[in-house]
């Protein structure tokens, strides 16, 4: 069994930490092999930014794979370069608050989120990245919720301020992931 | 013991803390960034020096000067920056300096793209530099491998009194993969190698010009000069019976061997098993050094059996490939599957040119 993520959005949207953290819990927490390989311009901010998470049971052979499995976009332009590559089946997450294209393909599963409205509702314009992180791993349960949330909670360790602010982000995430699936 | 999710530059230079490496010096180029970085952060905790030198030029000399001063010491860069390096590296190689260098490769020629590629075959295994010189080329498929080959890298170096290359490649630098990092050397072995275990080093010996050490890289003597590179080609020559390291997946049975190194090598591998089971008889042979090549690996292929072998190279033209003719000698074709300029090898296109090989539609 082997998942391949694409995340991708533009620079400064927090692509790169939510792929990094999905893939340090599954290191920390499973014995599953994991990869992350980030991809991205020259630019720090604006630009567009994406990266790639493999999780698989056997040895993964390229990080950054051509079909993939699960698609997280954040914003418009992400959308129409990686809908191609998303396998017929496959799951698309969507920030919903800045992506209004329809959605052409019917052979995929969709799931929605506003999660930039959503952000700037729990204050914090920058979160939107732990809340979609916890929308993929309600929806997915690719790698156990508490796991994730458990690296998370690790990597934040030195800004402490900062916990419950994800931490409800995380759950606001979880739940809207899980209702999707039902 | 744990698994620690790391960068692969990071690893590398993590690793090669661990084997006693107290130097380094370099020059930023993407993608390898990180390895700088994370000297400059880690190598003053353990008592070591980092310098980012002025230029590639700057940097390798500082560290053929550490080096020779039996310091284990290190540069890295990606294939453009390496190519800078090439006048130190053939002094270290001439002097009989040990020292290690990564390249981070990246696609070429000239400035290339500052995405991974596999484009420096022919410089890491031919010609470094001038003069005809050699070294252990070690190519890693994994972070793990690059681990693990880094310090294998110093401890080579020093058994030869050679310069050692990681040849990597921009997409070991970038990915993060789970790693098992080696234990710290601890301070006393570190101390020991430089002092009691370079008897050549320039550690400051007491004024005695008899026993003097004396680094040179080339000698005025022709005679002398060719006694040096007799002696140097016979090490060569014998790096071939005991240093070739190869990894064979699956080719005991094969009709169509891949053969792949580096970041190429595990693409194919996850191959194998999905062609397995479409039925094709499949297997990889992945050389982990380049120099020494794994010709037995070629030799003892049974060519009754093998219909092709499939070259998988992120170079174009073909680098590699051409070795791997050269031990074929056309006892089966060699055919090729090649990306180049900063495209990562697709497992589709590896799928595909071997169902082609097959007679199997894709």
């Known amino acids: ?182 | 013991m744990a698994r620690t999710f790391m960068k692969g530059s990071e690893a590398v230079a993590e690793a090669a803390v661990r084997a006693g490496c107290r130097f380094f010096a370099g020059y930023p180029i993407t993608p390898q960034n990180e390895v700088p970085e994370y000297f400059s952060r880690r190598l003053p905790e353990v008592g070591g020096t980092f310098i980012q030198g002025e230029s590639e030029v700057a940097s390798i000399n500082m560290v053929y000067g550490a080096a020779s001063a039996g310091v284990r010491a290190m540069t890295s860069s990606s294939s453009p920056g390496i190519a800078l390096k090439s006048e130190g590296i053939s002094y270290c190689a001439s002097a009989r300096i040990p020292m290690v260098y990564a390249n981070f490769a990246r696609g070429g020629p000239g400035v290339g793209s500052i995405q991974p590629a596999q484009m420096d075959y022919f410089e890491a295994t031919k010609a470094a530099g001038n003069g005809g010189f050699q070294m252990i080329v070690l190519a890693p498929s994994t972070v793990q491998e690059a681990v693990d080959l880094t310090v294998k890298a110093f401890e080579l170096a020093d058994r030869d009194r050679n310069p050692v290359h990681l040849l990597a490649d921009g997409v070991i630098a970038t990915m993060m993969e789970p790693v098992e990092l080696p234990e710290m050397m601890p301070e006393e072995k570190v101390a020991e190698i430089r002092e009691s275990k370079k008897n050549w080093a320039l550690v400051g010996h007491p004024l005695d010009y008899k026993n003097r050490a004396w680094i040179q890289p080339g000698q005025w003597i022709t005679t002398k000069m060719q006694e040096c590179n007799e002696e140097a080609a016979a090490m060569y020559e014998s790096w071939k019976t005991k240093d070739v390291m190869v990894e064979e997946y699956k080719v005991d049975d094969a009709e169509i061997v891949m053969t792949a190194y580096g970041i190429s090598g595990r693409i194919a591998k996850s191959s194998v098993d999905i062609l397995r089971n479409k039925g094709i008889k499949v297997g990889l042979i992945r050389p982990i050094t380049l120099n020494p090549f794994p010709t037995e690996s070629f030799e003892k292929l049974d060519y009754s059996k093998v219909k092709a072998i499939l070259d998988v190279e992120m170079s174009i033209p073909a680098q590699y490939a051409t070795d791997v003719e050269a031990v074929v000698r056309k006892r089966c074709p060699v055919e090729k599957c090649l990306c180049s300029g900063g495209n990562v090898m697709s497992r589709e296109a590896v799928l595909e040119a071997v169902m082609k090989i097959a007679g199997q539609e894709a």
């Open chain 1, 1 to 182: 069994m082997e998942t391949n993520l694409c995340v991708a959005g533009f620079g400064g949207q927090g692509v790169m930490t939510l792929g990094k953290f999905l893939a340090s819990a599954t290191c920390d927490s499973t014995d599953k092999n994991v990869t992350f390989f980030p991809s991205y311009g020259a630019e720090q901010r604006g630009g567009t930014a994406n990266c790639y998470v493999v999780i698989s049971d056997d040895m993964i052979g390229a990080p950054l794979g051509d079909v993939m499995d699960d698609l997280i976009v954040m914003n418009g332009p992400s959308l129409n370069k990686f809908i191609v590559t998303l396998k017929p089946g496959g799951r698309l997450f969507i920030n919903s608050s800045i992506v209004k294209d329809k959605i052409e393909r019917t052979d995929v599963e969709i799931v929605e989120a506003p999660v930039t409205e959503l952000a700037l509702e729990m204050g914090n314009a920058k979160v939107l990245n732990v809340i979609m992180l916890g929308v993929y791993v309600g929806y997915t349960e690719v790698v156990a919720p508490e796991i994730v949330w458990g690296t998370v909670e690790h990597k934040l360790g030195s800004k402490p301020k900062l916990l419950p602010l994800n931490k409800a982000a995380f759950d606001k995430g979880l739940e809207i992931g899980r209702a999707a699936r039902k």
